[in-house]
């Protein structure tokens, strides 16, 4: 596994998996004062209340992202709605609970958010891997 940071404000804590981030930029651009990529810690967990973190950590699109309360004994996520939105030059998001099936035939279960590519040159098909950035990928 890659490398994976935990930043914690005492009532919830963010994970961060490095290996899974597309650098979207909707963590900088929703939360500026917590997400800065170019210091270190890269996250000032104290910048914003808990309840912003966890909306803000809910819209990444690759999962990159996670969070969990610090008072929960079940760490898991709870369902969302399920809707897709269509970002522009960029992945196809699907918020929700989903069942992914590969072309393999093995299943696995994707929660909260996932970006799905749509250019084409992802090297971590279906998932987007940021690549369209780098391919100029309009659409």
Same mark, same amino acid.
């Not at 939105?85 to 929660?111: A, I, W």
């Given at each position: ?7 914690? *404000?005492?009532?919830? &804590? ?9 650098? =979207? @930029? ?12 170019? %210091? ?5 967990? %104290? ?7 966890? =909306?803000?950590? +809910? ?10 309360? *610090? ?10 709605? &399920? ?5 522009? *030059? ?5 918020? @929700? &609970? ?11 279960? /994707?929660? +909260?958010? &996932? ?8 090297? *971590? /098909? ?7 950035? +780098?391919?100029?990928?309009? @659409?």
């Amino acid at each position: 596994m890659g490398k994976t940071k935990e930043y914690t *404000n005492g009532e919830t &804590t963010i994970v961060w998996e490095a290996e899974k981030c597309i650098h =979207s @930029g909707i963590c900088v651009r929703g939360l500026p004062k917590v997400f800065q990529p170019k %210091d270190r810690p890269w996250i000032k967990i %104290d910048a914003a209340s808990t309840d912003d973190l966890v =909306s803000q950590v +809910k819209q990444c699109p690759s999962g990159a992202l996670s969070y969990y309360m *610090n008072d929960e004994t079940d760490k898991t996520s709870e369902s969302l709605e &399920t809707k897709i939105e269509v970002l522009e *030059n960029g992945p196809l998001l699907v918020y @929700g &609970t989903l069942k992914v099936t590969h072309r393999d035939g093995s299943q696995e279960t /994707k929660n +909260k958010t &996932t970006a799905f590519c749509r250019c084409g040159s992802s090297e *971590n /098909k279906p998932y987007c891997d940021g690549t369209h950035v +780098k391919e100029e990928f309009k @659409g």
